[in-house]
C-alpha cells in the first residue's frame, strides 16, 4: 500500500458579538444509531452522521458557541425554514470531506454518470476531558464497480471556550491495492456549506490571507487561511 497524501485542515468557529458567562464542560461524545453527537462546554456542537444510506460521512450542524447554526439545513432537513431559494447542490452537506474525480470517479457529487462513495468502516477512537476531544474513523472510498480504491483515516480534535469552537483535522488517504490519480477539477477537497444568511449575496463576507475579499477575490486562489463572516440573528460570526 501507498500512502498518497496527507491534508491537514483548522476550522474555526468564532462568535465576535456575545460572551457566554461560565467555565467551559469540556468535550462529550454520545454515540447513537449511525451518529455521533459532540457537545463542547455543556451545549451541543455537532454531530457525525455515518449511516450506511449516506453517499459519505459528514458532520451537521456547526454551531457556534453560543448556539447558533452557521451551516445549512439542506439537504438534511427538506423543508428548512428560510432556505427556499438555496436548496442547490444536494451533495453540500454541512461539513464534509471528499474530492470530485479519483481515476474518473466521482467522490463529490450525488448522482454522476460514474458515482463512488465514501463508507464509514469504524470509530476507532474517542477520547475527551476538560480541555479537548480526540474522535477518530476509519472510512474507505469505494469506485463505481464495488472496489475499494483508498482508506481515509481521519482523526479531528475538537477544542471550545466561551467565544469559539475549534475543529483540526488530520486525513490520510492510503492507496488499498494499486496506485491512483487525484485528476484536476474543482471539486474538492475539504467543503462547508454556511447558513444562508451568511451568504455574500445576503452580507456575508469572504476574506482570505493574501487579502483577497469577495468570491471574485477568493474562488480558486492560493492562501493560507479563508473566513466567511457574517450576521446571524443580531450576532457577528464566521467561519474560518
Request: contains cysteine; charged residues 30%.
Amino acid at each position: 500500500m501507498r500512502r498518497i497524501i496527507i491534508v491537514l485542515c483548522s476550522t474555526v468557529l468564532l462568535l465576535s458579538a456575545v460572551s457566554l458567562a461560565g467555565a467551559p464542560e469540556g468535550v462529550k461524545f454520545q454515540r447513537g444509531e449511525g451518529r455521533v453527537d459532540i457537545a463542547v462546554g455543556g451545549r451541543p456542537f455537532t454531530t457525525y452522521y455515518y449511516s450506511a444510506d449516506a453517499p459519505k460521512p459528514y458532520f451537521h450542524p456547526l454551531r457556534a458557541a453560543d448556539g447558533r447554526i452557521v451551516t445549512r439545513a439542506f439537504p438534511m432537513e427538506k423543508e428548512a425554514v428560510g432556505e427556499e431559494k438555496d436548496r442547490d447542490h444536494p451533495h453540500h452537506r454541512s461539513c464534509w470531506f471528499t474530492f470530485g474525480d479519483v481515476d474518473g470517479v466521482d467522490y463529490w457529487s450525488e448522482g454522476a454518470k460514474v458515482q463512488g462513495r465514501i463508507v464509514h468502516r469504524s470509530i476507532d477512537k474517542m477520547k475527551a476531558d476538560a480541555k479537548k476531544g480526540l474522535f477518530a474513523v476509519t472510512m474507505d472510498w469505494v469506485d463505481n464497480t464495488g472496489r475499494k480504491v483508498l482508506v481515509q483515516k481521519q482523526e479531528v480534535v475538537i477544542q471550545g471556550d466561551a467565544q469559539k469552537r475549534m475543529m483540526d483535522f488530520t486525513i490520510t488517504l492510503t492507496a488499498a491495492d494499486r496506485d491512483v490519480t487525484f485528476r484536476d477539477t474543482k471539486e474538492g477537497m475539504f467543503g462547508i456549506r454556511v447558513a444562508t444568511p451568511l451568504k455574500e449575496r445576503n452580507g456575508g463576507i469572504i476574506t482570505n490571507s493574501k487579502g483577497a475579499v469577495g468570491m471574485k477575490g477568493c474562488w480558486g486562489k492560493k492562501a493560507e487561511w479563508v473566513d466567511y463572516a457574517g450576521d446571524l440573528k443580531g450576532s457577528k460570526v464566521g467561519i474560518a
